[in-house]
């Protein structure tokens, strides 16, 4: 059982409050870490009792780990990235028998992977994450750890057109440039790319250096090289993205073009000063793994129709909704691609560009030098376009040219930061769009967001607690359907029970009746009303058909969704 589904035992147990895990998700989303770490955090539970209950759950003896002392000759049975990779801390050898704490006895691949490093049998306990990796931090000295991983590394990246800055910090430059610093980046990006990575984060604190790697929406703690290499660490980096590495007070912001595994991969990096150092993030965009087929992404049936019917119309707006990271530019890039024909003049406005389509003219946006949404949509107009994407429509000129387009025999493809389509209406005309304007403008809304897919390698069928049946609003009948299902964690997985991820989208077409609504400055209520009664699914609506499925868990649904009012 992976750590996201204690959270639901928890519940059921009665050993935390009802409203306890929608606070720890917001925990989460904040200060990231698991659910156990975030109910502890909110006081939902204490770390006495949790350790108590996972005893329970995993029917193994529990250990308090707060007086824990290091036994050196111990702790190099077990190298120390396997030690944080499965949160687990070997305690005391006796014979051919191994006592190792563990957040997760129930990981058999754990269990099997210590066997095997070790040559000894495994006796699991169980602690809290929180005290696992206290204990970790207490055991592993970080430089003997980055012995570790780097043992056997080879350069395995290319760097295409890399040019080192011309900087007078001699000492930074040489740093970056020795052999294990190389290695080590290189190793980070290419197990981050194998692994379907899609941001990399390095993380400098007062006496160590963080580095998490973003899966399927969620951040994973990786490893933490060590602290003495931090400045060459992150120095290397922005060589690579051809950075600036004497100036450590600003941000900034470059792009790496790499050659690995065979295919050419781009990272966007950027660099934010903090307390103790550089933070750096980097966003992987590998086209390989570019998924531009609507009908792949997660649709309905006739949402699909809807959207389809939508972006073929010669002209009107069709806008995309959702948070950052919610797939919004993978839907307008897929939307594009379906009706990208040689006949058809189809231009772009995007910040920053994240993707190369052929056959589109893609315009990145440059705000310090006036190159701006709304200035590229004017050049756009005297470009002879039949089709316009523009990134995001921020502000009331951009709006305002936008609606103007989509009224003049061009199609406009945009996105707006909105909770759900039908509030979408709303948020134009707040902007300063008249309605008679939206009315006539706007043919299509889509909200989206992105759930996990339970793995398919490990995925068991698991009966919901009522409590979380009831703030799904399923019913009985959905009970005995049965069809809910979790991951265990396996290979394939990384142990999350998580691979991948799948749309749930809200298509929201204008309909007549709601373009009179419109006129009428109608509430959002109402027009959702409108909406659901002319059939559209709402996101919620639209998991729970997932949900059913086998495709996603309730924790994902409760987590991505809000119920429908």
Do not use: W
């Not at 980055?146 to 295409?160: A, H, L, R, S, T």
């Not at 400045?231 to 100036?247: N, P, V």
């Not at 043919?443 to 068991?460: D, E, F, G, P, Y």
């Not at 059913?548 to 119920?563: F, P």
Request: glycine share 6%.
């Amino acid at each position: 059982m992976q750590q996201e589904n204690v959270g639901l035992k928890l519940l059921e147990a009665k050993l935390i409050p009802p409203d306890a895990l929608q606070k720890a998700q917001q925990q989460i989303k904040s200060g990231g870490g698991s659910i156990s770490q975030a109910l502890v955090k909110i006081g939902a539970i204490t770390e006495e009792n949790l350790a108590k209950f996972l005893s329970d759950l995993y029917s193994v003896p529990s250990v308090d780990l707060s007086n824990f002392i290091p036994d050196p000759s111990v702790a190099k049975l077990i190298p120390g990235d396997v030690a944080n990779k499965f949160q687990i801390v070997p305690l005391s050898r006796s014979g051919r028998r191994l006592t190792v704490a563990m957040a997760n006895p129930s990981n058999i691949f754990a269990i099997d992977d210590i066997k095997f490093i070790t040559g000894f049998e495994v006796q699991p306990v169980v602690a809290s994450e929180a005290a696992i990796k206290k204990a970790i931090d207490k055991a592993y000295d970080s430089v003997a750890s980055f012995e570790n991983v780097m043992k056997g590394m080879e350069d395995e990246i290319e760097v295409i057109e890399e040019q080192e800055d011309d900087t007078p910090d001699v000492t930074l430059l040489g740093e970056a440039e020795q052999a294990p610093v190389v290695k080590l980046v290189n190793s980070l990006i290419t197990d981050a790319v194998r692994k379907g990575a899609s941001d990399i984060h390095i993380e400098p604190y007062e006496r160590s250096l963080r580095v998490r790697f973003r899966i399927d929406g969620t951040l994973y703690e990786m490893m933490a090289p060590p602290f003495r290499m931090k400045a060459a660490i992150i120095s290397r980096l922005k060589i690579m993205a051809e950075l600036d590495i004497a100036e450590r007070r600003v941000p900034q912001d470059g792009r790496i073009k790499l050659r690995l595994l065979g295919r050419t991969i781009d990272l966007r990096v950027s660099s934010l000063p903090t307390i103790f150092g550089e933070k750096v993030v980097m966003r992987i965009l590998d086209k390989g793994n570019l998924n531009i087929d609507l009908n792949k992404l997660g649709f309905q049936e006739q949402a699909l129709g809807d959207f389809s019917r939508a972006i073929a119309q010669p002209y009107g707006m069709v806008l995309v909704t959702g948070p950052t990271g919610s797939g919004k530019t993978t839907t307008l890039y897929s939307a594009l691609s379906k009706i990208n024909v040689p006949e058809t003049n189809i231009m772009t406005a995007e910040d920053p560009v994240e993707y190369n389509l052929e056959g589109i003219n893609q315009v990145l946006i440059h705000e310090e030098v006036g190159l701006t949404f709304a200035a590229s949509l004017k050049a756009f107009l005297r470009q002879d376009p039949n089709i316009i994407m523009v990134g995001e429509i921020r502000d009331l000129d951009t709006a305002s040219i936008a609606t103007k387009a989509a009224l003049t025999g061009h199609l406009v493809l945009s996105t707006l930061h909105t909770n759900d389509a039908p509030s979408t209406i709303n948020r134009i005309i707040d902007m300063g769009i008249e309605p008679f304007l939206v009315a006539s403008s706007v043919n299509l809304i889509c909200a989206q967001r992105l759930l996990r897919k339970v793995c398919q390698s490990c995925k068991t069928e698991i009966k919901l607690h009522p409590e979380v049946l009831r703030e799904l609003g399923l019913t009985e009948e959905d009970v005995r359907k049965g069809g809910f299902f979790e991951g265990k964690g396996c290979v394939d997985c990384n142990n999350t029970g998580y691979k991948g991820r799948s749309g749930v989208y809200e298509v929201f077409p204008v309909s007549p009746r709601i373009r009179d609504q419109i006129l009428d400055r109608a509430s959002t209520s109402d027009i959702k009303k409108s909406a659901v009664t002319d059939g559209m699914l709402t996101l919620r609506s639209d998991a729970l058909i997932k949900l059913k499925k086998g495709i996603t868990t309730a924790e994902e649904v409760l987590k991505e969704t809000a119920a429908d009012r």
